[in-house]
């Protein structure tokens, strides 16, 4: 299942009405700067962010072929995260900013989600 997951997007472009689509894509920028601050506020709330890196690190794979066990190395990449200290003021100017971005994407969008409402009604 995992080799397909690429296909996924692709399956659910065909999911939901004209209408649905269309205010979803008026409104992508909105939903990234709602998970930004969703973010943030839980920065803020814990007093740390997190920070994700990849990491390589070689283990042993089963690489059994033809009734042979085998054990083989190969290399895994795993995704580690860790607490990084942050600037507090900075993070709650960055809060500040993205809730007025996010007032100013919605008025804009009000008037894309009325088109699309009159170009698609349900």
């Known amino acids: 299942m995992r080799k397909y997951s690429f296909l996924m997007p692709l399956l659910l472009i ?42 390589i690190r070689t283990r042993f794979v089963d690489c059994s072929a033809g009734g042979v066990a085998l054990m083989c190395l ?6 580690e995260r860790s607490a990084v200290a942050i600037d507090l003021v ?13 007032a100013t994407q919605a008025t804009e969008a009000a008037a894309a989600i009325s088109s699309c409402r009159a170009e698609f009604p349900k």
Request: charged share 35%; aromatic share 4%.
């Open 90 to 102: 900075a993070e709650a100017a960055k809060l500040a900013s993205l809730k007025a971005k996010r």
């Open 14 to 55: 065909g999911c939901g009405t004209p209408q649905e689509r269309c205010i979803a894509s008026v409104t992508r920028d909105m939903r990234v700067v709602d998970r930004l601050i969703v973010e943030v506020e839980g920065n803020l709330r814990r007093g740390y962010a997190f920070e994700e890196k990849e990491v």
């Open 74 to 79: 190969d290399d895994v990449t795993t995704t």
